[in-house]
């Protein structure tokens, strides 16, 4: 039986089903260039909608009995410093000129899937883009999917359940296409979408030395990045992305990601990678500005695919296995030249005897010690990859550690999920990694795995109703596909074939 606060169940089925209209309407608060933890952390408590724990308050005293209360009761229980934005409590704007996830402050937890498109037109893509839109916008938010549960109990939950009384956890979803949603590897129009490929996705991702590619861990035709501060909260943006492409896409290759490698923020403390070294000191971050991030990270209006890539980027994705065992072996002198860096502290191997954390801002001095025995090896990590020895090249990285049990001769399966962010691959990554993979210290230690290249959308604009409405076409309507309860398609567009 209902407990005394449990909602009417007839209430709730004939409750408006529909999401509500997103908070940051604000166009400056959504811009994710200046959204710093401080500016987004306020967003997810004042919306209209359901939330995941405000709904469990009201509607949830049944499932005290079954031990949820006590995971959400301890979060609860336990507030940060008010001076402290809680990530827990973050949630960033959904809405705006670029995606979330991507100079938003790197998240603690990552889970990535890439899909095969199933449905055959163009219409069935347009229907999936609105009802991933609709179900990212209200779990960014921390909101069930389809807003009021339903009563029926013959009926399929529209929410997975699993996020039930969590909050938003500092959720983002930022998706994708990739070059085989224009052409099939047979070469066909499969969406009538062909012609409007940019120069960057025709041409595909050149073959590296060292990488041993695996098909099925590579490529797709949509990418879905899910970041989150609580390892649950990403698992459900995918699962619940996943059920509602039911009959219009299928899971290619799904990442789970922990650790972070990078950081995104000057807030943020630099990570230490499985090797056990501070990575990504020099990263691209959301405080270096507009003119920077326009140069190396968004694509510009004079780029190829403006009409409908403008504000938008590219993802480069490379699965990196770690041979942990054998570099545990090094000695910690041989590691520090490998990698450039001082091991405790992260200061560049140009600084004599560090002895604080903050020497690891200290810029390299790739000079010190002369060219016959530089203080920095000339095959050292950070040098092969810094900016000043790729012609200026910059990228925004948010890289995650993996672990995926161990293999046949009794060896740890982990190493490093790595993607890169960039304005233009052909300048800003494939002569990096080219350089990297040839020259690099660093690289006996590694084994490229997988690899994906993606054009991630523009961001979603007020009004808008699908990711990439610039280039999947029409203003139409769209159904929701049970994000808020059906609706009719409308085709909007030329159809494939």
């Not at 410093?81 to 809680?86: G, I, V």
């Not at 490929?197 to 590619?213: H, M, S």
């Not at 959301?286 to 938008?312: F, K």
Request: hydrophobic share 35%.
């Amino acid at each position: 039986m209902p407990s005394h606060d449990s909602p009417d169940p007839d209430a709730l089925q004939n409750a408006d089903p529909a999401p509500t209209a997103p908070a940051s309407a604000d166009p400056a608060s959504s811009d994710p260039e200046s959204a710093g933890p401080a500016a987004s952390a306020a967003d997810g408590t004042s919306r209209g909608g359901v939330g995941r724990r405000g709904l469990f308050g009201a509607a949830g005293a049944g499932l005290v009995a079954g031990g949820l209360l006590g995971y959400t009761g301890g979060r609860a229980a336990a507030p940060p410093p008010a001076s402290t934005p809680d990530p827990l409590e973050t949630s960033h704007p959904f809405r705006g000129e670029h995606q979330q996830g991507i100079v938003t402050p790197a998240q603690d937890y990552l889970f990535t899937a890439a899909y095969d498109i199933t449905a055959s037109t163009l219409a069935g893509l347009r229907e999936l883009m609105g009802t991933w839109c609709t179900a990212s916008e209200q779990m960014c938010a921390g909101e069930l999917v389809g807003g009021q549960p339903l009563a029926n109990r013959q009926a399929a939950p529209r929410d997975t359940g699993e996020a039930w009384g969590y909050p938003p956890s500092s959720l983002t979803i930022t998706v994708g296409v990739g070059p085989s949603l224009f052409r099939d590897e047979d070469g066909r129009d499969r969406f009538g979408l062909a012609s409007r490929a940019t120069e960057v996705l025709t041409q595909g991702v050149p073959r590296f030395a060292n990488e041993t590619l695996r098909e099925a861990q590579s490529d797709g035709d949509l990418v879905v990045q899910a970041c989150a501060d609580d390892a649950q909260v990403a698992m459900h943006a995918i699962r619940n992305l996943t059920r509602l492409a039911f009959g219009s896409a299928a899971l290619r290759w799904t990442q789970i990601g922990y650790g972070r490698t990078s950081s995104t923020s000057t807030e943020q403390e630099t990570p230490r990678n499985l090797f056990g070294f501070k990575d990504g000191t020099s990263n691209m971050k959301a405080e270096d500005g507009a003119e920077a991030l326009s140069e190396h990270l968004w694509v510009g209006a004079d780029d190829d695919g403006a009409d409908w890539l403008r504000g938008g980027t590219y993802l480069m994705i490379r699965k990196i296995r770690m041979e942990l065992e054998v570099w545990d072996r090094l000695r910690l002198l041989e590691q520090e030249e490998i990698i450039g860096r001082d091991k405790r502290f992260g200061a560049p191997l140009s600084v004599p005897d560090p002895t604080s954390a903050s020497q690891e801002f200290t810029a390299p001095d790739l000079t010190a010690g002369g060219s016959a025995s530089p203080l920095i090896p000339t095959d050292a990590h950070i040098r092969m990859v810094s900016p000043e020895q790729n012609g200026g090249a910059r990228m925004l990285r948010r890289g995650y550690n993996y672990t995926e049990g161990s293999d046949s001769l009794g060896r740890i399966n982990a190493g490093l999920f790595f993607e890169a962010f960039v304005r233009d691959p052909r300048t800003g990554f494939y002569p990096v990694l080219e350089r990297m993979t040839k020259h690099d210290a660093l690289t006996e230690y590694l084994q490229h795995v997988a690899s994906g290249l993606f054009a991630i959308l523009p961001g979603v604009a007020e009004g808008e109703t699908m990711f990439g409405q610039a280039l999947f076409g029409g203003d139409g309507e769209v159904s929701d596909g049970g994000a808020s309860g059906g609706g009719e398609v409308s085709d909007g567009g030329p159809s494939g074939g």
